[in-house]
Structure formats: structure tokens, C-alpha cells
């Protein structure tokens, strides 16, 4: 599943998690989640509202415990790895932070261990942040792209003065992305002189030591600030690219609103969600046209990031947690390469295949589950088969066949080992046997190279089925 965001009218955290539950995430599992975080702290509410004339969803999240004033980025990071999480929203939950933390220090030159979060390190901007990534987890989305963001225009008053919009961690953040602000004929004329957020004003940010009262516009008949670094940093962190909308058979829309109504635009993200159209298929999505033949060459290559670390310290029996991590966290697939290292000391490499969507979620797991202190990337592309899935029976049970196929032909099938020892278990035979029952079947079934491929009997892969 794609999500994209439309943030032309800006981006908060609690604009994007609105839009999301407004899509048909699961309020309760979006609960559960921040409850990992923040066990009893926090409870998320939600009610429809009207801004611009446009339906929305209004989330907001209600701290109800008393609040530190500010937290370090290593101390969010530590609750966010001992959390109860789901692995996929920790590492986007992780990755969001790390580019804001990362914006912070190259705004007020310090190191990122440094950077001390202040309203975005409350409770209520973990919450939107941990909710919002449990929520695409939930949604079943693999990949975001979001619409170039409106920035806002005007100055906000800051711990040290009045500071112009975009402020230093949003400019920072905006670096690689297509931005804009506001034309002063857009400027707030509606309920209110400022832009989206929480009850006390605005979506969290750091400005050097700034405390956690809300920016306030202190340029007559501007807008003020309508990207917060919280939301600009959630869209950096998950998304893709910097799109239009893109060709998508859509499935569902949300819209989350902002806090405020403007006069001049709708105070609003949408996103859309839906199946984007397979790589190198010229129809339209849901048009149903047959691909035809493909010559070999022809067959779709998939631009990837190939992921690698050295590791030499690390206890052998942790190996297996970490690949599957990454896979959670979105690999196409994850591998371990033993390997000797320069002074003759045995160790590993960690490999991962991503795509640009997770990968960022990919090395946030790397760096958090392995001692290196490093990962590097290099661009590859990989050229896949078409594939499917096929149930053949066997007696009175059956065996779940991967099946490889182009042009409408098989080139291999082999039985999904798991299904095998289903088998063995219903039938009283032991694995090896299973195995070679399930093999001889495949000619039965048509499932042979050259053969052509028996529509009929193709399946979508499985529940955690095998990674490409």
C-alpha cells in the first residue's frame, strides 16, 4: 500500500495522524502503541471538524500526567527502543527523530547528542509521532511519497526574539525538498493568527534553549509558521519523494485537520492510499490490460539501496533478531556474510536490501541492534521474476507452491518450506519425505519450466510469506 500526503497547505504531526485515523487506522492499536511509549500518560482523542469548508478529522492528544519541560534526543531514543513496539513503527518512529535531531544541530551548531528537545520532546509530540507511524503500520503501507509543503511566511517569537519563518530547524529540513511559502494574500484572516497545532499553539520545536510557550505571529497580516519541523520531519523521515499526486488506485482518503480555520485555504493534509501500478506496466492501475509478452531484457528493474555493515563483536545468537528486525522495519530482504576483518579477527556483514521508503527505518535498525558505528549504501538494481503462489493438493491436504514466471510461463517453482512441514505434520512423514511428495506433485499441477502458467491456480502471496 502508497500513502501520499498532500501537505500543500502545510504539515503538523497531529494534522498527519488526524489524516490517517480519518483513512481508517485503528484508533485502539494507535493507542496501544503510544501506551508503549508512555504507559497511562497520554490518551488520544478525536472529532470531526470543518476547516475551509473541508470535512476533517481533528486529533489531539491528552497528556495526563505532569510533563517534563524538555528531554534529550538520547533519552527519547532509549524509551523508544525499550518500548513494546512493533518493530516497523519503532524504526519509523526512530528515523523521524534522528532528522530532527540532526536539523537541530546543524541549526544551532552542536552535535546531535547534544540537542536538547523541548516542546517536541513532550509527551504529546512523542505521541503524534509514535501514533502516526503505528498508524501507516497498521494501514498496511510499504511506501509514502508526500507534495512539495507550504512553509508559511512572517516571523514567530522565539526564546531569543522574533525569528523569521521558515525557522532554522524547518529550513534545515526542507533541504532536498520542493518548498513554498505564503503569498501575503493568504495571510491569517481567519479564526486565529496561527497555524495548526495542539491546544497550546503550535506543533513542537526547538530553538536553541526556547521554552514550551507557543510561537506567536509577530508579523502583522501574515500567516506565521504552517510546517512545523515535527511534521516536516515525519514527511523527510517516511516518504520517498517529492511528488504530484502519482498514478495510485486509491483505496481510501483522510483528511486531518489543523487547529485553526483560515479564511484563505482549507487548514488541512490529505492522504491518499492505495496500490501504485507495478513497475514498468504502461496501463493505468485497475485498467486490466494484459502486459503481453516481455522480451528478458524487458522484464522490470527495481532501483534499491544495498545496505552493509561490518561487524566483529556481537553474540552470534542475536544474528537472527536483527535480520528479522530489519525485514520488519521494510527490507526486500536481509543477509549475513561471515567475513575476516583486516587484523585477522572473524566477524560478519550485515546486508540489507531497501528501498529509498525504508531506508532510513533500515539504518536506524542497523545502528540500534548491531555495535557498528556505521552503515554504508550503494545504489543497485535488481531484476526480479514475476510471481505467484499456488495451492496443489496432495491426499487430503495440501502444499503452497512459490512459483517464478514470465511471459506468462513458469521458469521455477519450489514448495514454501513452511507449508512442507505442514504437510509432514498431516500426513505422519517426516520433512524429507513431505519434501519429495511436494516435489513430484508439481508436475501434476502444470508447475514445470516452459509450461505456460496455470492462471487459474494463482494466489497472492501469503501472511508473512517469503521476502523477494
Known sequence: ???????????????????????????????????????????????????????????????????????????????????????????????????LADAEARAHGIDAEDVHFHEVGALDSIADVVGTCEALRGLGVTSVSASPVRLGAGRVRAAHGDIPVPVPAVAELAVGWQVYATPEGDAAHGHGSHQHSHDHGHDPHVYGDHHDTPAVVTTAGSVGELATPTGLAMIRALSQRCEPLPALTVRAVGVGAGGKD???????????????????????????????????????????????????????????????????????????????????????????????????????????????????????????????????????????????????????????????QALGAALGIDESDALQRATGALAAAGLLPGRPYPSATRLTAPEGGAHP
Open 1 to 99: 500500500m502508497h500513502a501520499w500526503f498532500d501537505v500543500s497547505a502545510g504539515v503538523a504531526g497531529d494534522m498527519l495522524l488526524g489524516s490517517l485515523l480519518d483513512a481508517g487506522a485503528d484508533p485502539d492499536g494507535v493507542q496501544a502503541a503510544i501506551d508503549a511509549v508512555a504507559p497511562g500518560s497520554v490518551r488520544l482523542e478525536s472529532a470531526p471538524v470543518v476547516r475551509g469548508g473541508q470535512r476533517g478529522v481533528k486529533a489531539r492528544v491528552r497528556v495526563l500526567v505532569e510533563d517534563p519541560p524538555h528531554r534529550r534526543w538520547a533519552t527519547i531514543r532509549a524509551t523508544l527502543k525499550d518500548a513494546a513496539l512493533a518493530e516497523q513503527t519503532r524504526a519509523w518512529a526512530l528515523a523521524a527523530f534522528a532528522r
Open 262 to 420: 483560515f479564511a484563505g485555504w482549507p487548514n488541512v493534509v490529505r492522504v491518499l492510499l492505495g496500490e501504485r501500478p507495478e513497475a514498468g506496466d504502461p496501463a493505468a492501475p485497475g485498467a486490466g490490460v494484459d502486459r503481453g509478452a516481455a522480451a528478458p531484457e524487458d522484464v522490470p528493474a527495481t532501483a534499491l539501496v544495498e545496505l552493509r555493515a561490518n561487524v566483529d563483536d556481537l553474540d552470534g545468537r542475536l544474528w537472527p533478531g536483527v535480520l528479522q528486525a530489519c525485514l520488519d522495519a521494510g527490507a526486500a530482504d536481509a543477509w549475513l556474510v561471515p567475513i575476516v576483518m583486516k587484523k585477522g579477527r572473524p566477524a560478519h556483514t550485515v546486508h540489507a536490501l531497501v528501498d529509498a521508503a525504508h531506508r532510513d527505518a533500515v539504518v536506524e535498525v542497523i545502528l540500534a541492534r548491531t555495535s557498528t558505528l556505521g552503515v554504508r549504501g550503494d545504489e543497485v538494481r535488481r531484476i526480479v521474476l514475476e510471481r505467484g503462489w499456488s495451492d496443489v493438493a496432495i491426499g487430503d491436504a495440501t502444499v503452497r507452491i512459490k512459483v517464478g514466471h514470465r511471459d506468462g510461463r513458469v521458469v521455477h517453482a519450489t514448495p514454501e518450506f513452511s507449508s512442507v
